[in-house]
């Protein structure tokens, strides 16, 4: 992807995913990027950001509700995910790279890396759940 043709509307959405922490869907990239390209589609955002986490400037975050989360942090770190409201958090932790190590010992094969999501209730749904 050498010859990758710039495009402002591709730099404005990776630019609006660095700048925030709580990893939005396509349709809320759509509804911020339409206020500075108001002619802008839905399909182009989805294409713009298939194509950031295809060449490794963004990262899709699944959630249990199919929607699709994304996040212009590409260092590695890890996500927990609300299992009530489906938000995305990063999780401020020590570095867990030994688990490859841990889950080669009984595998043949080259582990290159891992992804891991922890799940619970975030502190809004629990601060719901006491009231």
């Known amino acids: 992807m ?63 509700d199919g929607a699709e989360h994304f996040d212009g942090n590409v260092m590695p770190h890890y996500h927990f995910v609300c299992t009530r409201c489906n938000s995305v958090i990063d999780l401020e932790m020590e570095d867990i790279d030994y688990i490859n190590e841990v889950a080669a010992k009984n595998f043949l094969g080259k582990i290159e890396g891992h992804s891991t999501f922890f799940y619970g209730l975030c502190p809004e749904c629990m601060n719901k759940a006491d009231n």
């Not at 959405?13 to 922490?21: A, G, N, Q, V, Y």
């Not at 809320?28 to 713009?48: A, M």
């Open 2 to 64: 050498a010859n990758l043709k710039y495009s402002r509307q591709r730099e404005a959405i990776k630019t609006f995913l660095m700048t925030r922490k709580d990893h939005p869907t396509a349709d809320v990239v759509y509804n911020n990027i339409r206020k500075e390209y108001p002619n802008i589609s839905l399909g182009t955002v989805y294409r713009n950001l298939s194509l950031l986490v295809d060449i490794g400037e963004a990262i899709k975050v699944p959630t249990s």
